[in-house]
């Protein structure tokens, strides 16, 4: 996003620069105003991105990503608790799932499906509840 935001910026200076040179003086500093209110408009963004993170926030589409990828391992009934929090750039999360009786491999295949449908999880534990036949 920042490198976009820095391409797009750069290519308004030189828009700028070519309307001054074609006559039109107000170019430069409306671009001015233009590229101040996109820079404004990133940091907004930025500020919200980096508080949520300070405050151990995931963003919501993320958790329910990982609450689908658990959904649809066989054998599993229901997610109990699903947590997610960022390390630097990298996820760590857990997990507890009841499953049903017959399925000793559903902690593997459950963090399996996680990390496939979110491949910036490092860590990811799964603790099984057995349901009751």
Do not use: C, K, Y
Request: no cysteine; hydrophobic share 50%; net charge negative.
């Amino acid at each position: 996003m920042h490198a976009r935001t820095d391409g797009f910026t750069s290519l308004a200076v030189v828009i700028g620069g070519i309307g001054v040179l074609l006559g039109f003086p107000l170019a430069d500093p409306i671009i001015g105003l233009i590229i101040s209110a996109a820079i404004f408009v990133l940091l907004i963004g930025t500020v919200r991105s980096v508080g949520r993170r300070l405050l151990d926030g995931v963003e919501p589409e993320l958790v329910d990503r990982a609450q689908h990828a658990l959904e649809h391992v066989d054998g599993l009934i229901d997610v109990e608790r699903l947590r997610l929090r960022w390390v630097g750039h990298r996820l760590q999360g857990d997990a507890v799932v009841r499953v049903e009786s017959g399925h000793p491999d559903a902690a593997d295949a459950a963090e399996r499906s996680v990390r496939e449908h979110l491949p910036n999880v490092d860590d990811f534990l799964v603790r099984v509840r057995v349901a009751a036949a």
